[in-house]
C-alpha cells in the first residue's frame, strides 16, 4: 500500500522543498566561481531528493503498509518524513503491476550499482544542516484538509467476488485462501462473511461443474439442463449476493468508525465526503458483457438484496438507486433465459452455448451494452458531483466555527481537484 503524489499545489510545503533541493550548495557555488568544480575526484554532493508528480510514498515517518495511518500522520505531525523508493522515484505504480513493496522496515532508498551516495530522507518541515527550515509561514491554500484515514479499499478482492457470481468456485477459492491481516478490519469482512456458507455452496458448485463435464463429455443426461443453470448459477450465486450485500453494509459501519476514531486521535479538523460504494460501484461498471451475464443469471437476487439493504450516507443510497435502475430491467432477460432453458432439450444444450455466443454479437445485446454504458458514466457524473457537494457543504459547517474563514469563499475551504490516475475521483489533500 503506497500513497501516489497527485498534485503539488503552488508555494506549499513541497513546491518549496523542490524548489530548495535544485538550489546548489554553498560548496558548489565556491567550485563554480573557482572554475574547478569538474575537477574534484570526489564528484558532486548528493542533492535533496525530489517530490515530484506521481512519485510513490511508501511511508510516513515510521508508518508503513496502512494508507490510513500514512493520512493519519501527514495531518497530524508538524514534521513528516516522506520515504520514497528513489529508482521509482517518476514511475507510477500502475506501471509495473506484480511489484510489491513489502518490508518490515520502512524502504530506503538504495543505489542499484555501486557504492554512490545517497541524499537523507527528506524530512518536510524539519531543520535542515544549514539549520533552516523548509516550511516556514502557512502557504495560502483549502482552509481544511481532506483525508480518507480508513484502511484501504479491498477493490480487487471484490472484483474478484462479482466475478465469482458468474464463474462459480473458480474465482471464489482464492478470496478465501487469502489470509486477511490482522489489523485490516476490511480484509476480514471477506472470511468472515463468505467462508461458513462457501462451506456448503463450494463443494456443490464443483460437484454440479463435474456433473457438467461428464454429461458434455459423454453426451448422458444427468440432470436437466433447466435445474443444472437454475442451481449453478442462480440459486448458488443468490446465496452469496445476499452476503456481499450484508458484507458491504459492514463495510459502511467500519468505514466510519475508522474514520471517527482514527480523527479523533490526529487532533486534526478534516472534511472527507461519505464511505465509497464499493460492492455497489462494481455491479454498476462492470464490463458491459458481464453485466449482461449477471443479468441472466442473478438479477433478480440483486435487486431483492440491494432493495432490502439499509445504507446510512446518502453515497450508498444514491449508487443503491442506480444498481436498481440497472438490474431491474435485466430481470426480464433473466425469465426469458429461464423459459428457454425450460424447453430445451439436453441434445441442444452444445448449440445453446454457441447460441450464446451469438447473442452477445447481436444487434439487441449491443444495444443493451450501450444503455449500461449511459447508466454507468451517469452514475460515475452523479457520484463525482455528489462529493464535490458534500466536501462544500462540510466544509461551510466547519467554517462557521471559525470567524476567521466564514465570510471565504467555499472554494478556498476545501480541495476539489480531480484525480489523475482515476476518472470520476478528486484528490486527497492535505
Not at 444427468?222 to 443468490?238: K, R
Not at 449477471?294 to 442506480?322: D, H, M, N, Y
Not at 452477445?360 to 447508466?375: K, Q, R, Y
Request: proline content about 7%; hydrophobic content about 45%.
Amino acid at each position: 500500500e503506497c500513497l501516489v503524489v497527485e498534485d503539488i499545489r503552488r508555494n506549499s510545503a513541497l513546491h518549496r522543498w523542490n524548489a530548495k533541493a535544485l538550489e546548489p550548495s554553498p560548496e558548489e557555488i565556491v567550485e563554480e566561481a573557482l572554475g574547478d568544480g569538474t575537477d574534484s575526484p570526489q564528484g558532486s554532493a548528493p542533492r535533496k531528493p525530489q517530490v515530484m508528480v506521481g512519485s510513490m510514498i511508501v511511508a510516513v515517518n515510521d508508518v508503513f503498509g496502512d494508507v490510513g495511518l500514512m493520512q493519519q500522520q501527514l495531518v497530524s505531525k508538524d514534521q513528516v518524513t516522506l520515504w520514497m523508493p528513489s529508482e521509482f522515484r517518476e514511475v507510477h505504480p500502475s506501471d509495473f503491476e506484480g511489484s510489491m513493496f513489502g518490508a518490515r522496515d520502512p524502504p530506503l532508498s538504495e543505489a542499484a550499482q555501486g557504492p554512490a551516495p545517497v541524499a537523507p530522507p527528506a524530512t518536510v518541515g524539519a531543520k535542515d544542516a544549514d539549520g533552516e527550515t523548509v516550511e516556514g509561514q502557512s502557504p495560502p491554500g483549502p482552509r481544511f484538509a481532506c483525508v480518507a484515514m480508513e484502511d484501504e479499499e479491498p477493490q480487487i478482492l471484490t472484483r474478484w467476488a462479482v466475478c465469482a457470481l458468474m464463474f462459480g468456485w473458480v474465482t471464489m477459492v482464492p478470496i478465501l485462501m487469502m489470509q486477511p491481516h490482522e489489523e485490516r478490519p476490511r480484509q476480514q469482512l471477506f472470511r468472515q462473511f463468505l467462508l461458513k456458507p462457501c462451506f456448503f455452496i463450494l463443494p456443490l458448485w464443483i460437484l454440479l461443474w463435474w456433473l457438467d463435464c461428464v454429461q458434455l463429455l459423454f453426451m448422458i443426461q444427468i440432470v436437466h439442463p433447466f435445474f443444472f443453470f437454475l442451481l449453478c448459477h442462480t440459486l448458488l450465486p443468490a446465496a452469496l449476493v445476499w452476503f456481499l450485500f450484508t458484507m458491504q453494509v459492514a463495510d459502511e459501519h467500519i468505514v466510519l468508525d475508522q474514520r471517527k476514531s482514527r480523527q479523533v486521535e490526529a487532533g486534526e479538523v478534516s472534511v472527507i465526503e461519505d464511505p465509497q460504494p464499493l460492492l455497489l460501484k462494481e455491479l454498476i461498471m462492470v464490463n458491459p458483457i458481464a453485466l449482461v451475464g449477471l443479468g441472466c443469471s442473478v438479477s433478480i437476487p440483486i435487486v431483492l438484496c440491494s432493495l432490502f439493504s439499509v445504507f446510512e450516507t446518502r453515497r450508498l443510497k444514491q449508487a443503491q438507486s442506480f444498481v436498481n435502475m440497472i438490474y431491474g430491467p435485466l430481470t426480464v432477460l433473466q425469465l426469458v433465459s429461464m423459459y428457454i432453458l425450460y424447453h430445451l432439450r439436453f441434445a441442444q444444450l452444445p448449440e445453446m452455448y454457441l447460441a450464446g455466443f451469438y447473442f452477445l454479437l447481436s444487434i439487441p445485446c449491443f444495444a443493451v451494452w450501450c444503455v449500461c454504458l449511459i447508466c454507468a458514466n451517469q452514475f460515475a457524473k452523479r457520484d463525482l458531483q455528489l462529493v464535490q457537494s458534500q466536501r462544500l457543504e462540510r466544509a461551510k459547517e466547519l467554517a462557521k466555527k471559525d470567524l476567521a474563514v466564514q465570510e471565504a469563499p467555499a472554494e478556498s475551504l476545501v480541495d476539489c481537484t480531480e484525480a489523475i490516475t482515476r476518472e470520476y475521483e478528486l484528490i486527497y489533500t492535505v
